[in-house]
């Protein structure tokens, strides 16, 4: 190799290493008030460890006024990504403006997508069939295609609905006052016991369980 190829080679190594695309991190620190944390980044570069990246934004998912987000606490494990510009006046500003800074895919334009995690972190709580929205080992929301479970993934017991327990209630409330109007009445042992065998011990009209079920075919809970 010539000494122009040599500097030619030495060059592109030189500019190779300053050109940053992504790496996985971890967070030393997390500001919940800016939603930026303090990230190291997990894999050596020349066998090299990388500087701690300060003040990184954690890219929650959002948009319409609504979000997810999540916990972050020192020791957690995030995906950093390394824009092709720097971001920051654009952070700023809110508004289409110049970078100011003129690197590309620079270490100083980290954003970290809580999202990677290493293999022996793997979460306890994953779902194969049902979308989950959970604390990993503890309390969550799951999904499948005809119910949404709260608190595990199987519970039994449907979410009692308020209308129907109304309506229950509203029933009850009837066959009582049916029932304790009759006592009032001439003979009113006797005219008592039927009015309770018709209104507390027959379904209403149209209703084939008495006491009807309150709880939802599509929420359950356990």
Known sequence: MTALETALANAFDALRSEIHTALPGRVEKY???TQT?????MVKLQGQ????????PIAFQRGGGGFLSFPIEAGDFVFLLFAESSIDQWRAK??????GDPRRHSLT??????CLYPTARALASAHATQIALAMDGGAGVFVDDET?????????AGVGLDSLIEARLAELDAAIRAALGAITAPGGGPAAVAAYNTTLLTPPAGNPLWPSPTGSDVVKSG
């Not at 460890?49 to 990184?56: F, G």
């Not at 809110?94 to 970078?99: K, L, R, V």
């Not at 949404?148 to 039994?156: E, F, I, Q, R």
């Open 31 to 33: 500001n919940v008030a």
């Open 49 to 56: 460890l990388l500087p701690v990246l300060p003040s990184v």
């Open 94 to 99: 809110a508004a289409a403006t110049n970078p």
């Open 109 to 114: 334009a980290a954003v970290a997508l809580p």
């Open 148 to 156: 949404v479970n709260l608190g595990t993934p199987a519970p039994s």
């Open 37 to 41: 944390a303090d990230v190291l980044p």
